[in-house]
């Protein structure tokens, strides 16, 4: 899967979404990796590397819990759109039974808001 390694270079647009975050996910760890062999290399204690892990494993809980509050986000506004088209549908209703009611039959009911 690792588009890098056969020498194409990654199109974001070309991806969907998981590929891109596990992509994402996978240059994170290198470059921890990475960090973490530097550290190594330039002689750090062993308490120093604990603190750079645990520093790792917050920026991990960081992004998953951006992805979480994406999801989230992306199911409100899906359930708003779907509460508008049951709202409008309401009024286009409300507004047929207006026209087809005589006059002081239903105005009692027509009152009430539906909407937010």
């Known amino acids: 899967m690792n588009n890098e390694m056969s020498g ?3 199109n974001s647009q070309q991806l969907t979404y998981e590929q891109f975050q596990e992509q994402v996910k996978l240059k994170q760890e290198q470059e921890a990796q990475r ?3 530097a550290l190594k290399s330039a002689g750090l204690d062993q308490q120093s590397q604990q603190v750079q ?3 790792q494993a917050l920026y991990s809980v960081e992004n998953e819990l ?3 509050e994406n999801q989230i986000q992306m199911q409100m506004d899906a359930q708003k759109r779907q509460i508008q088209l049951i709202q409008q549908k309401i009024t286009q209703a409300m507004a047929q039974i207006q026209g087809s009611a005589p006059n002081g039959g239903t105005q009692q009911y027509m009152g ?3 909407t937010q």
């Open 53 to 55: 892990a645990v520093v």
């Open 66 to 68: 951006k992805h979480a």
């Open 8 to 10: 194409q270079t990654i």
């Open 112 to 114: 009430q808001n539906y």
């Open 35 to 37: 960090a973490k062999e």
